[in-house]
């Protein structure tokens, strides 16, 4: 059968139970065979149905659950043999959730067939691991870093048993880590870290761009006890595994390895961090001698799929406002001179460039350029401590999900009058494969301060806009924030379904809502990257005869008193967004609608529910398609 409606071919029935006893560090010839079989077999079904992300345009991780393998097979032999320990393989890298779906498979909570469902919208295989969605699942990782602190608490509650968490050197670059460190330490808990050591993360190698950052000296330093070994070599890993162990505390083993060892096309470099490409899976497994059918019935017959519509309203071509902005930042920067642009400005990356529009600045402009790790609460206030002076400007970007984690330097940045223009990609929850955690849906929380300081909270529509909101807030005074899409966005049209709206004279205007088409039975309100579909409801509608008008709201957090008295005085507003329900613009419109003795009909659309995974998938899953708007529309209408 071709594709996933085949029969899973690597035979999982061959994983080999073993049973591992700490107190013996060395392996028998047996043992050690044992453990490099099961290696091997569940290394090449990492790679098998990770591919798959791959062929059906959903990416997904590879590296980091093929590197921590021999881990894993460490931990269930220990597992096998005892139950002084807690049988649950903590990750605090989440995007490592292939190996929480292999596991799942393993014990018989999925079928293997399941595994080339991987990431696939509706397959309960999301990017990251969710308890209580995926069968056999026992944790939910969220986002990188956060669960050694979680583990603590976990193993504060079972003192008679050992935890075991695994890590990377990119989990411990963030700052909780050493919070929990300090716990661990401070409590003599039992939680053993295996951290996969592989000097690999997404934009590079923490050896090169965070010079001085050394596990082992840090780890020590706290006051565990540490063993670095090479995690290829069987051998030495079981043996440092097998005295962490047996040590009273807290203790970690770091496994210095290249990443995806023995995958030739991606061993070593950043791409492995990613999903393997199927050409390259195809390569690997013929190599081992697996059959091509495993290519040609498999992996060659799974295609990216979408949600076929055609919008009106908005152009067929579209763009990445995530890369828009970067190149957007350029265009004021080419303005100056190198060594003015030194002076006056500094951009500061948290491991995302590619992902958040930092590498084209990166690229075209160096002299401003700090590569960083993936430490979004000191880069926030690094590049916020850069914009202490009145004349400098701070930049700084990650993903929207990550504003929850500094807040608290928000409001120093905002007590110390800083300059800083904040940009966070990946909002909302369009083609967010990686699922809930990783949904950046509560961006209104970044409008933290007190009513005697403005904070600017810009969602540009389309490239254009992207384009203009820069040019106009880079050199503003205060904290800016910018919110961009993972998923391209179309251009919007004027009425004539010709003209791009932001093109030309345009000027953008902080805190001014935009007339997008008037209407007398009501407006529609929206922004970002719900513009375009909720135009596309409206247009419709007017197709139908109902007069409805549709405003752009790029501002998020200010009222503009001229247009809210306008739309307040019609027969009903509608609030269309993808951020959270319960805290984004709807949650706040009705309330300034009110304040001001405004009594439309009124209601509002935004997140609800947890994800689905898949791209395009996730818009209509939280019924905010273009159908579900007319509806609420006619609704409001009657």
Not at 85 to 110: C, K, N, W
Not at 194 to 206: E, R, S, Y
Not at 411 to 431: I, K, P, Q, W, Y
Request: net charge negative.
């Amino acid at each position: 059968m071709p594709g996933t409606d085949s029969e899973f071919p690597i035979d999982l029935k061959k994983y080999k139970k073993l049973t591992l006893d700490p107190t013996k560090p060395q392996l028998t010839e047996e043992q050690k065979s044992t453990l490099l079989h099961n290696i091997q077999l569940l290394r090449d079904a990492i790679v098998l149905f990770t591919a798959t992300g791959a062929a059906r345009g959903v990416s997904g991780h590879t590296g980091g659950a093929y590197d921590t393998v021999p881990e894993v097979c460490i931990l269930l032999s220990l597992f096998e043999g005892s139950d002084k320990y807690l049988p649950i393989m903590f990750d605090e890298a989440g995007h490592r959730v292939a190996t929480q779906y292999l596991l799942s498979a393993l014990e018989g909570s999925l079928p293997a067939e399941h595994l080339l469902h991987y990431r696939e919208a509706n397959s309960k295989l999301p990017g990251h691991p969710e308890l209580g969605l995926t069968p056999g699942v026992k944790f939910s990782s969220g986002r990188l870093g956060h669960m050694w602190p979680l583990v603590n608490g976990i193993a504060l509650a079972h003192r008679d048993k050992t935890l075991f968490c695994l890590g990377s050197d990119g989990s411990q670059q963030e700052g909780n880590d050493a919070e929990a460190a300090r716990l661990a330490v401070a409590q003599n808990l039992n939680v053993k870290l295996l951290i996969d050591d592989n000097d690999v993360t997404i934009a590079g190698h923490p050896s090169q761009y965070l010079k001085g950052y050394d596990l082992t000296k840090t780890l020590e330093g706290h006051g565990l006890k540490v063993y670095t070994v090479q995690g290829e070599d069987i051998d030495a890993l079981w043996g440092a595994i097998s005295s962490i162990v047996t040590y009273d505390g807290p203790a970690a083993v770091i496994s210095k390895r290249v990443m995806a060892p023995g995958i030739a096309d991606i061993e070593g470099s950043t791409h492995g961090h990613d999903v393997i490409p199927v050409k390259a899976a195809i390569k690997y497994l013929t190599s081992r001698g697996y059959p091509e059918s495993i290519a040609s019935d498999i992996l060659l017959n799974i295609k990216p799929a979408s949600v076929p519509y055609l919008y009106i309203g908005s152009t067929k071509d579209v763009g990445a406002n995530r890369v828009i902005f970067g190149e957007a930042v350029n265009l004021v920067l080419d303005k100056l001179s190198k060594e003015e642009a030194a002076k006056k400005v500094m951009v500061i990356d948290s491991d995302l460039e590619g992902s958040t529009g930092l590498k084209v600045i990166h690229q075209k402009h160096p002299e401003v350029f700090v590569p960083s790790g993936i430490m979004e609460r000191g880069n926030f206030s690094a590049a916020a401590g850069f914009g202490f002076d009145a004349d400098k400007f701070g930049v700084f970007s990650t993903f929207s999900a990550f504003l929850e984690m500094i807040i608290s330097e928000v409001t120093m940045a905002r007590l110390n009058n800083c300059n800083v223009l904040c940009h966070f990609s990946h909002s909302g929850v369009d083609e967010m494969a990686d699922n809930t955690c990783h949904f950046g849906v509560n961006s209104l929380f970044a409008d933290n301060g007190l009513s005697d300081v403005q904070s600017w909270l810009y969602f540009p529509a389309d490239p254009l806009q992207m384009f203009a909101v820069i040019q106009r807030v880079f050199f503003e005074r205060g904290i800016r924030f910018v919110f961009s899409t993972r998923s391209k966005v179309p251009y919007i049209l004027k009425e004539d379904g010709k003209t791009r709206f932001f093109d030309g004279d345009y000027k953008f205007v902080p805190g001014k809502d935009e007339t997008i088409v008037e209407g007398k039975a009501g407006y529609v309100v929206s922004f970002g990257e719900m513009l375009y579909r909720s135009y596309d409801a409206v247009l419709r509608c007017r197709q139908e005869g109902l007069d409805v008008g549709l405003i752009n709201k790029p501002t998020l957090n200010m009222v503009d008193e001229p247009m809210i008295k306008k739309i307040g005085a019609s027969p009903f507003v509608l609030v269309v967004e993808s951020l959270n329900q319960k805290t984004g613009l709807g949650s706040k419109y009705g309330t300034w609608l009110l304040e001001r003795q405004l009594t439309p009909k009124y209601a509002y659309m935004g997140t609800t529910k947890e994800g689905c995974g898949g791209l395009s998938e996730q818009i209509p899953h939280q019924n905010l398609d273009p159908q579900a708007i007319i509806m609420r529309i006619k609704q409001l209408s009657q």
